[in-house]
């Protein structure tokens, strides 16, 4: 079955501890990208990776870091997380990009809470 | 720079009325447009999407859009809603095919009551 799959699907934490949130998908795709949701606003996008070992920010890159070490994955990185960081957090991939017939395949969300 | 609006967090309406949800982008170039659907604690799927083909554009579960260029706007409608319906809804525009930069609106609660 096509998916993407992130863990861990629930987390709370405390400041400054270090947490990596995993995103894998299954479909080949060589697009992904990463978004906070937060009510009120919406989705927005922290970074995305056009390919493997390329990633640009977003629109809410600040705290946050990624890599693209194999096409499969890419991980959500905080190392100093901090409470303004809790949020859901969605990961999603397509084929190559985000044009028209590049509809994004989205995860269940991860809901990071920091105490 | 690309960004989308979305007019009211909230709406409600009874079973079997329409469904009209607002969504104005701005954007420098013809832009793509998507329409995403979340139910309860899942993730995003696809409602539908505006490829320059047509400016009505049919998507699942009974949902269209309509691209107006003049008013830059993309709003979605459903004829008669359903009580499965109720989700929030995403519209969401990109500039570009190999750019990467998505932009979503900040999202339309429906309610659907009986």
């Known amino acids: 079955e096509a998916q993407v799959t992130q863990n861990p699907r629930y987390l709370i934490t405390v400041t400054g501890k270090k947490l990596t949130v995993t995103c894998s998908q299954n479909?080949?795709?060589?697009?992904m990208s990463w978004y906070r949701q937060d009510p009120g606003l919406g989705l927005r996008q922290i970074y995305y990776?056009?390919?493997?070992?390329?990633?640009d920010k977003g629109d809410v890159p600040e705290g946050y870091k990624v890599s693209r070490k194999e096409k499969r994955n890419f991980p959500l990185i905080l190392e100093s997380p901090s409470p303004n960081q809790t949020s859901l957090y969605f990961c999603?991939?397509?084929?190559?990009?985000?044009?028209?017939?590049?509809?994004?395949?989205f995860g269940d969300g991860t809901r990071l809470s920091i105490l | 720079a690309q960004s989308v609006t979305q007019l009211g967090s909230h709406v409600s309406v009874s079973e079997g009325a329409l469904v009209l949800l607002r969504c104005n982008y701005s954007?420098?170039?013809?832009?793509?447009l998507f329409w995403y659907v979340q139910y309860p604690n899942q993730g995003l799927q696809l409602l539908l999407k505006y490829t320059s083909a047509a400016t009505l554009v049919k998507g699942i579960n009974g949902f269209e859009a309509e691209f107006k260029k003049s008013e830059t706007s993309f709003h979605l409608t459903k004829p008669s809603a359903h009580m499965s319906d109720a989700a929030e809804y995403f519209c969401?525009?990109?500039?570009?095919?190999?750019?990467?930069?998505?932009?979503f609106g900040a999202g339309t609660q429906v309610v659907v009551t009986p």
């Open positions: 969401a525009v990109s500039e570009s095919d190999s750019w990467g930069k998505l932009q």
């Open positions: 990776s056009m390919n493997v070992e390329v990633t």
């Open positions: 954007s420098s170039v013809p832009p793509y």
């Open positions: 479909m080949n795709h060589e697009y």
């Open positions: 999603a991939s397509s084929l190559s990009g985000t044009g028209a017939n590049q509809p994004q395949h």
